[in-house]
């Protein structure tokens, strides 16, 4: 089982829709999560941190569900602008990312 | 403010090549950590320094991968003797707590 596991996609959404991706990781002990988007070509970019009870940023929502060891991103009335490469990773106890192989999203007009 | 920077953008190499990929922290982050990444995957850590030592050195593949931050600013990833399985894109990123912030890259081809 890999560490940290999402779903590649590519999930293909209208303009205005609500889309929601989840990652799972699979050591227990994972302290720190971030979402990170990356555009094609491009590095990644930190999006949002999620800590114990996640957090909210705009249209972006992260939430940290412990007990079943995910994470997991909503982003509310997709724009165009949306459309990325959204990767989850996870904080080792040496401080080094475990990352997912990110998930594919694509905003239609 | 400045962010972090990588050169060069681009390299192509052959074969059985040495190879020095730079990088140039956000100023004042005392952490640096070196990824590489392959076409539709993650970053995959490589190596982790915490001022000029190197913290986490675990992801690196083989001896043939060597990095130094002699200064504790300034990091430089050396691959001695490149084979075409190490092409990718390398990432650098840097930090001041939690949070890592990429730089852009160097595409790395070995022909």
């Known amino acids: 089982r890999k560490e940290v596991e999402q779903d590649p996609g590519p999930f293909n959404v209208p303009e205005g829709a609500t889309v929601a991706f989840n990652c799972t990781y699979s050591n227990s002990a994972s302290q720190s999560f971030f979402w990170y988007r990356q555009d094609c070509r491009k590095e990644p970019k930190l999006l949002m941190s999620?800590?114990?009870s996640g957090n909210e940023d705009g249209r972006f929502t992260a939430q940290l569900n412990r007990a079943s060891q995910y994470i997991s991103l909503l982003i509310r009335d997709s724009k165009l602008s949306d459309s990325a490469t959204y990767l989850c990773a996870v904080n080792t106890a040496t401080n080094k990312l475990i990352f997912g192989t990110g998930t594919l999203l694509a905003v239609q007009p | 403010g400045a962010g972090v920077s990588q050169t060069p953008s681009n390299k192509v190499t052959e074969k059985g090549k040495y190879v020095e990929l730079r990088c140039d922290p956000i100023s004042g982050h005392t952490a640096l950590y070196w990824y590489r990444q392959s076409l539709g995957q993650g970053p995959e850590f490589l190596i982790y320094f915490q001022g000029t030592g190197a913290a986490d050195d675990s992801g690196l593949p083989n001896d043939r991968f060597f990095a130094v931050r002699p200064e504790g600013s300034v990091s430089t990833l050396k691959i001695q003797r490149t084979e075409r399985g190490d092409s990718a894109v390398y990432l650098c990123?840097?930090?001041?707590?939690?949070?890592?912030?990429f730089g852009p890259g160097t595409r790395l081809t070995v022909l």
């Open positions: 990123a840097s930090s001041l707590g939690q949070g890592q912030y």
């Open positions: 999620v800590y114990s």
